[in-house]
């Protein structure tokens, strides 16, 4: 996702989304699956899963709520990137980045109605969250990415799961990992004009890098799981700033630690 803000506070919000030709196969191999019933159960819509790569209009153009107030579609392409995985990129406008708010949580398209299908409450506050205000020509990201990329990065049913295996979390994670390959993701806020001054911690020309991740080797790092283990054993063990910290020392992983970042336009 990247989030183009102008001098005068409007801009773009500009989203990929593409699946790998594996998690495809995958997919229709699970689409072709009878649903689940019986008291008590419940599984996902199955059927929907296929129209994730390919969403329709109407579903994006919902989307725009859980973006702030004033966000609106504009189109959106659906094809193949350089490396033929399949999917989409959405494109939307704003007038007002302050009105702007973006949750990593937050999921895409026909996903939402997915995971509702499946029992799956998306809280809305869950997850880190950015948010944007503005003063002349000096632009605020607020941001709590880095509270939140352990969720994003564990998932905590897996967990638990491994747990009733016998297994530790870190041998989930890695289970995890393989089903990963190849899965990028990332945040960015472009500076339109250029930065004539900022604080942030990774900047490439006019782009600001929130976070940016090779998903699979971060969960493949050691590191990562080490630290993991000893979550699952001690929760209330981890000091403050040390999820911060390991996340500085993931080669794979690209992370703003500071929780507020000025930029000044040129």
């Known amino acids: 996702m990247v989030v183009e803000v102008k001098k005068d506070g409007s801009g773009s919000i500009l989203s990929r989304y593409y699946f790998s030709p594996q998690m495809l196969a995958l997919i229709d191999q699970l689409g072709a699956l009878p649903q689940l019933e019986g008291a ?10 296929k129209e994730l790569a390919k969403p329709d209009k109407e579903s994006l153009e919902a ?4 973006l702030g107030e004033g966000v609106r579609y504009v189109k959106h392409e659906a094809g193949k990137d350089a490396d033929g995985w399949e999917g989409y990129v ?16 937050s999921v895409p398209g026909k996903a939402k109605e997915l995971a509702e299908s499946a029992g799956e409450d998306l809280e809305a506050n869950k997850g880190g969250q950015v948010t944007f205000s503005k003063e002349g020509d000096v632009l605020t990201i607020h941001t709590t990415l880095a509270e939140g990329s352990m969720d994003e990065f564990v998932d ?22 393989g089903m990963s390959d190849g899965m990028r993701v990332g945040m960015f806020v472009r500076i339109d004009g250029g930065i004539a001054e900022t604080n942030a911690e990774h900047v490439t020309g006019n782009l600001i890098i929130l976070t940016e991740a090779d998903v699979t080797k971060v969960l493949s790092d050691p590191d990562f799981a080490q630290f993991v283990d000893r979550v699952a054993d001690d929760p209330d063990g981890i000091e403050d700033g040390e999820i911060q910290e390991l996340f500085g020392k993931l080669e794979a992983m690209t992370l703003e630690t500071s ?6 336009f040129q």
């Open 40 to 49: 008590g159960q419940q599984g996902p819509d199955l059927g929907m899963i």
């Open 259 to 264: 929780d507020t970042v000025t930029v000044r």
């Open 90 to 105: 959405v494109t939307y406008e704003f007038d007002d980045i302050s009105k702007v708010h973006i949750n990593q949580k």
């Open 156 to 177: 905590q049913d897996q967990l638990d799961q491994a747990k009733q295996m016998g297994m530790k979390p870190s041998q989930a994670i890695q289970m995890a990992a």
């Open 63 to 66: 989307d725009e709520k859980n």
